[in-house]
Each structure stands twice: as C-alpha cells, then as structure tokens.
C-alpha cells in the first residue's frame, strides 16, 4: 500500500468526516502468515456476519472453505458448486421443502440473470479483508468498501462522480450483500473508468447490519482519484459542514 496515499486519505477522512467509520479493503495474497486469520465456520454463516470483527479493526482471511455461504464463496471468486436449487430459493421457493426469498417472480428471470454477471477469479489463496487504516506497506488492496449511512453514502457517491461527465458512474446491480463490496467492485477495476457499487440490498444480508447502514465500494483505481479529489470538492463548502455535523453528532 502506497503510505502516502494511505495517510493523505487518512487525514482527509478525518478533516471531513470526523469520527464516521473507517472503510475496509480486500485483497488476495498467497502469504502463509494469514492462515492464522482463516476462521472455519459451521453450517450456514452470511459473510456480511463474518465482516463484523473487520469493521471492528481486526483482520479476517477466507478462503474456499472456511466462507458459511455459497454466494460469498462464489463472489468472492473462489470455486463452488452450482446450487441446483438457487433459482428456486430467489424466487418462489420449492412447496413442502423450503420458502424462497421471493427476490424475483419465477426461477426463469434468476437463470437469466447467470449471464449478466462474470464472477472474477480469486488470484491468492486468501481473501484478506482489514480496515483501512490496519493497511500494511507489503498489502495491495484491490477494493475499498464502506458500511455506511445517507449522509457519507451521498458524498462518497459525489466525491466518485467529481471528475467524470457520465451520469451513471455509479451502478447498484441486484446482487448478494458480499456481491456489491468484492466481486462487483473487483471487476470495475477493469474498466478505464471504474464506477462505484451502491450495495447492501440484500435482504438476507441485511440482518447483519444496521438499519441505517448501506454499502458502497470502489476499485482502487477509483479511490485513488476520489481521495485527490477531496481537497477541491464539495467537501470544503459551507453546503456540507451542517451535514458533517450531524455525522459527527448523529442524535442531535
């Protein structure tokens, strides 16, 4: 992690953001030393759960086995299985074996959604994810994640939009909770003119957040230009400091 960056944003999160939280940032790496940091869990467990201690500051390390859930196995690019029954738990569910999420009206429209979505191969034997400001210089992290309310979601979704003409810069694709912060982001990193994930639709994923909080995660290629947009964006005018202070002060 390039430590100018990484103490030019801390410093501006704190001159604009006060004591809002931290975002946390994913990357894949084949050290050993993150073995430590594998958690194996037992039966179903939504990766959103498992990102708690992240936010917290700790540092957590997946792998194909040790993720509770396919979806976060899939998205984050790790092999899987196909799940047979997916297109029915989405939508209407199976009578006399289990209730669908109802998230789509018949299994057709989630088939046809298989192709809508490349899912970009893990390239590590980790998935390592930590908070922001744990970064160490050897760590290259591929994605940048918030778990946030309205008022920082609006100015992250600005600060991404600060620097380019095109209106749909940011994108909110009907996807897993863990989708919208790591696969989806991943594959922005692509493009020559990435675009933010608006996230945390996800209905089963949405438990294991407040009610409050949504997502929003960028590309590093992104956060780069967002964080040298910070100095002349919006951030220093009178328009956002009653929202800053109502960041800093949420009960009043």
């Given amino acids: 992690m390039d430590l100018t960056l990484k103490e030019r944003f801390l410093d501006g999160w704190v001159n604009y953001f006060g004591s809002a ?21 037992e039966g179903f467990t939504c990766m959103i759960g498992q990102l708690k201690e992240v936010r917290d500051g700790q540092t957590a390390a997946f792998t194909g086995d040790s993720i509770g859930c396919r979806g976060g196995v899939r998205y984050s690019g790790f ?21 669908g999420l109802r998230l789509k009206r018949t299994p057709e429209l989630v088939e046809g959604l298989a192709g809508s979505a490349s899912i970009v191969p893990a390239e590590g034997t ?19 994640a918030w778990f946030a309310g309205p008022d920082v979601i609006a100015a992250l979704f600005h600060l991404a939009a600060f620097d380019t003409s095109d209106r749909n810069c940011v994108i909110s694709p009907q996807t ?3 989708g919208s912060i790591i696969n989806y ?7 020559d003119d990435p675009r933010g994930v608006l996230g945390m639709f996800d209905i089963s994923a949405r438990p294991y957040v407040r009610a409050d909080v ?3 995660a960028v590309p590093l ?14 951030l220093t005018a009178e328009a956002w400091q009653g929202i800053k202070r109502r960041i800093e002060k949420p009960n009043t």
């Avoid at 030393?33 to 594998?38: I, M, S, T």
């Avoid at 980790?126 to 940048?144: I, Q, S, T």
């Avoid at 982001?185 to 493009?191: I, N």
């Avoid at 290629?221 to 919006?234: A, H, N, Q, T």
């Fill in 221 to 234: 290629k992104l956060f780069e230009r967002m964080v040298e947009g910070m100095d002349e964006s919006f």
């Fill in 21 to 41: 939280d931290l975002p946390i940032v994913f990357f894949f790496s084949d050290d050993d030393r993150y073995e430590e940091h594998v958690k194996i869990t």
């Fill in 126 to 144: 980790y998935l390592v994810a930590k908070r922001f400001d744990a970064l160490d210089p050897e760590d290259a992290p591929r994605v940048v």
């Fill in 79 to 99: 092999p899987s299985k196909p799940d047979p029954n997916l297109a029915y738990f989405l939508s209407c569910g199976v009578p006399g074996q289990f209730e």
């Fill in 185 to 191: 982001p991943l594959a922005e990193g692509d493009r």
């Fill in 214 to 216: 949504l997502t929003f």
């Fill in 176 to 178: 897993a909770g863990c």
